[in-house]
């Protein structure tokens, strides 16, 4: 509640009190714009009537009548639509019997300033409307106002988002009914989640889904296509679950049901202050486009053996990319959580962290990042691992999608527990990119000990890439090509041990110089190779898993082929990798770091097959 601007030392009132005192919330408002978001604000103390003309910045803007609608407005449908920084002002004028104060609601994307016979009641306008509702609503800022008996001129201004130019306004009688559409958002969801299942249980039966899966003739791996009666020494094959596995691995786990019909996103784990272990997922179909897709988190009370059924942990009108989990060990009992909010079709979308202060049961409202050297970046997907620096600074990687495959990717940094963040290399759109490709895209960040960390990048071509740190994020080295690794156009999965520098890199191990984008063919087997000299050489690789399913759609982009976007947590000496499954579902793999030099090589496999 943005109470921060409300006049000091004056007898406040209950709700019930305000209610009674019979507050006209105006019915008609003056619209003023647009203008630009640096423009000066007009002066409105001792301004009583609402004129025909505002002059701002030495335009003279005239006004035009508008109204709320279920207590929101769209400017961008009134001014020509939304682009960041576009600016209106409201005008309104009540007419008071006696002096009162009242209780306001509202709610903008992005920022407001709201003022009252001159004097600022709410200011968003450094902050942001930070996301606090599903949906843009009265009940993000409620504040107090004290109005005068006789005319008082309220004066609004707005300035828009990215995804929208709207303003949400009421005042306290309608609180109720808001919460009432609020919960209203989360019963449609549940109707929708109902429905779908109900699709599920016909396809299934009719289908026979529920059976166990269509699996390849064979499989191909390390260059050889292996019949799956007929694996080497050293491999099995799990059938309920359609994939090859390594010996060492003493059996893979479903968690959570496999989702046939839509996607589930790039599985991501943390280990709860308590000792639980979360599993973060994202339902639904891809968050350009279901802006109602779901987060889930699934619990496990015993160290992986066995996972609660999952549940929804908030409710938001916005999309969902992926949920990334951060501990800062300086924050005793406290889990982050990395994400979006995305509202339109497309990649730039709001980025948001939320905070759990009891094991992940109950999370907070979203915050959302605004770099203060660019207050108007587009904002991009968070989708891998962010690190906590030893002396606090958080780093963290976005890229942004321009058109078909040009990605620039940008790190975040923040040095006050996410309060202010920063962007690197430079503001908007002078991030880094690949010169061949024009694509660098889903960076992760891994820390090597004391100052020093690793920026992986994602790009065609086979290789990934990565830039270095020696001071904390301030500065990074020029790009490189990690050495060693072969890797398709697909995320960078590295991931430190407890400490020092001593890293794992999960990798496909195989590249089709013919179909350098998104060939998903290419992820059809995952590896893994260690490095004992943070990342500047890496071990033989060794194999871990493949996919033995068969697609169901058979083009080069379906996500069929994959056993991708894993994420690891470490807990101890064991091993603990989540494996997303053809994004239908989210497989843990258990395995000791001892039994690391047990995996199969490409030279093992040929060697015990002959």
Known sequence: MDRKHAPA??????????????????REWTVFGPVGQDAPEPEFAGMTVVPKELAVAGKRLAGQKAAFTDHRLDLGALLGGQEVGK?????????????TEVELGAGADWWMKWQVNGEVVCDTTATGNNGRTPSISILDHRFTAQ???GRNLIAVRVISGRASFVVAAGESQDFAGESARLQAIEEEWLRKMLAIKEEWLRKIKSECLDAAPKLLPAVEIAGTSWELDRLPQGLKLDRDLGVVVAAPIGKAQAVGPYYPYGSVY???????????YLLMVVYGGYYQHTPNNAPVIWRSTDQGRTWDRGVRPWTQDAGEHCLVPLVDPSQSGRIYVFGNASRGRTHATDMVFRRSDDNGHTWSAPTTIVPQNDPTF??????????VMPDGAWLWGAYYRDKGNNDTQYLLRSTDRGQTWTIAPNPHPQGWTH?????????????????????????PGGRMYEKRTTDSGLTWSETQETPGLVHPDAPPMVFPFAGGKRLIAFIHNRYNAEHPHHYHPDRNALWFAVSDNAGRSWGEPRFIIAQAKQPEHSQETSCDYDVSYVDLLVDGCTLHLFVGDQQRRSLHLAFSEQDLASFPTGEDLH???N
Do not use: C
Request: glycine letters at 8%; zero cysteines.
């Open 435 to 459: 010169p061949t490709w024009n694509k660098f895209m889903e960076s992760t960040v891994v820390p090597i000990g004391g100052p020093e960390a690793v920026f992986y990048l994602r790009a």
């Open 87 to 99: 600016t209106a002002y409201l005008l309104a004028v009540i007419e008071m019997d006696k002096a």
């Open 607 to 609: 060697t015990w097959m």
């Open 378 to 387: 587009p904002g991009g997907p968070i989708h891998m691992r962010g690190a």
């Open 147 to 149: 109005l005068n008996a």
């Open 9 to 26: 030392k004056r007898k406040t009132q209950t709700t019930e009190q305000r209610a009674a005192a019979g507050f006209p919330f105006p």
């Open 266 to 276: 790039s599985p991501r784990a943390v280990k709860a202050p308590n000792g639980d």
